[in-house]
């Protein structure tokens, strides 16, 4: 086992299951093992860039895709009215696996201005 493969490659590759609810050439998208809301679903690009901040123009495209994406995901799970859309960038503001990943949070109450609780 290559050592520097994120646990989302590994997903990927198979070595570890996930409940997968949609894939394509580009990303895939799974059920979060620790859900923080009754909907928690994680959009995975298939490129490994670490952190958001380790994109750059390359990847403008593939970014482009993912938000779309999340709009699509919104829609086929019901919960395109009210879901926030989370990226954590750096393990101070509580990243934890340094693959680029995009949290989908809904179907709990988000309370005004309670941004930082919302998740975690
Ligand atoms: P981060 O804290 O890096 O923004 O988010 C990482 C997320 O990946 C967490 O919400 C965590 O629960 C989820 N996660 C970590 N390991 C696994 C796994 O093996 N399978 C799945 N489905 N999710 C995972």
Known sequence: MDSDQSIFERIMSGDIPSELLYE???AIVIKDINPQAPIHILLIPRVKIPRLVDADESHQAL???????AGKMAKQLGCDEAFRLIINN??????????LHLHILANKSFEEGQLATAFG
């Open 90 to 99: 750096g393990a101070e503001a509580g990243q934890t696996v340094f693959h």
């Open 63 to 69: 970014l482009g895709h993912l938000l779309l994406l």
């Open 24 to 26: 394509d050439d580009q």
